[in-house]
Structures are given as C-alpha cells and as structure tokens.
C-alpha cells in the first residue's frame, strides 16, 4: 500500500535554530517527491522537487534530501525565522495507478522569537 | 493574477442547507481536484478532473457532486449539508498526472 509517513508531528524552535523534517514513504513506482508549505489559511505551495536521480536540492534556506534506497527524504531549514511557521507537507508521486499523489499527514513547525 | 481561485473564502450555513464552491484556474492545466482537509490538516483527494472528464471520484457521499463546465472551472456543489463537512475545502490544479499541484486559497465551510 502506497504510504507517506512525515515525522515529527510538531515541532518549536527558537528562531535563527536550525531543524530537519523527515518524509518516509511506500510508493511505488516512484516518480517524484516534493515538499509543500502551508502558511495558515493559505493553500499549500511547493518548496522543492525530488526525482529519482537527485540526492540533495536547495531553496535559499532550505534544502531536500533523498534516499531512493531506503526511501527517505528530509528538509533542513537553517536559520530559522518567525516566517518558517508553517505545515510542511511531503506528497510522493507514483507513476502508475489511480491516485498519483500520496500525501503526508504534515509537520506543524512553530518557530518562537 | 491569482493562478487558482476559488470562492467563497468563508461560507457560514444551517445543516439541510445546499452550497456551491467555485474554483477557476488560469495556469492551461488540464487536471483539476478537489480536496478536504479536517481539522488534523490532512489533505484527502475527493475528486479529480482531466479534461473535463471525472477520473478520480473517492468515497464521498453523494451530496457532494462536482462539475466541470470547461478545463478551467471545476465547481463543488454540496447538499443538504451536516455537521460533519465542516472543513476547508482546496482545489488545485496540474498540468500532468505528477506534475506541481497548485492550491487555490481554500474555503472554510462552518456548518452550524
């Protein structure tokens, strides 16, 4: 069964803090791994994309990983701000069947001045 | 210009009542979805739309149809509303089965 699991649930930090979210998943076949933010009240907008062949990507202060081996992905935000506040969702892609975007439950980070 | 809007933002109603959401898009995709996200932040997929045409149609109760009148609009009609719809409701749209999904602004629905 396709699967995302996202951990931690939640997360506070300091501000100018650096911290890592982690995405494992059981998709397959996979086509590719993006992480979301999600501002509250707003829709999801994506922050990177991860393809099979990429190990590691960056977006200013953040910065994705995968593992295609062992089917984990992280995202580092270093130096953290108040704007960081946010869920971070992870959705995996498949290249095949019905639901071609397997959602994470999301990490609720909380960044505190 | 707002690449996926959707409205209204807020919808306060009495249970028995009949609500549309509207959601246009202004990206050319040709694959438009609805999703719910409860008060856990989970985002479930409802239904999708390629070319006007239902692909994916998940378990929802049949109060809940969705219509698209072009590859640009897809509309969420629900009747005779419960408590439980209460959420916020995203459409989002694609140009491909994986590609970006682009998220409107959500409508909060608050069924009293």
């Known amino acids: 069964k396709n699967q995302v699991e996202q951990s931690p649930q939640s997360l506070i930090i300091l501000e100018g803090k650096n911290c890592t979210l982690q995405?494992?998943?059981?998709?397959?076949?996979?086509?590719?791994l993006r992480w979301y933010k999600q501002d509250t009240g707003r829709g999801p907008v994506s922050l990177t994309i991860?393809?099979?062949?990429?190990n590691t990507k960056s977006n200013g202060r953040y910065t994705a990983t995968l593992d295609a081996d062992t089917k984990q992905s992280s995202l580092h935000i270093t130096a953290s701000q108040l704007s960081d506040s946010a869920s971070y969702i992870c959705?995996?892609?498949?290249?095949?069947?019905?639901?071609?975007?397997?959602f994470g439950t999301g990490t609720r980070l909380k960044v505190l001045a | 210009d707002t690449a996926v809007s959707q409205t209204p933002k807020y919808l306060v109603t009495q249970m028995g009542n009949d609500k549309s959401i509207k959601c246009e898009q202004n990206l050319g995709h040709d694959t438009m979805y609805w999703y719910k996200q409860d008060s856990k932040k989970f985002l479930k997929i409802m239904f999708s739309y390629n070319n006007k045409e239902l692909i994916i149609n998940e378990t929802v109760p049949n109060r809940f149809s969705p219509k698209s009148p072009d590859k640009a609009h897809l509309n969420l009609h629900i009747n005779s509303l419960e408590l439980g719809d209460s959420a916020v409701y995203f459409c989002a749209s694609s140009q491909r089965a994986t590609g970006e999904l682009f998220f409107g602004e959500g409508s909060r629905l608050t069924v009293l």
């Open positions: 995405c494992n998943y059981t998709v397959s076949p996979f086509s590719n």
């Open positions: 991860m393809t099979f062949s990429e």
């Open positions: 959705v995996v892609s498949a290249t095949s069947g019905t639901y071609k975007y397997i």
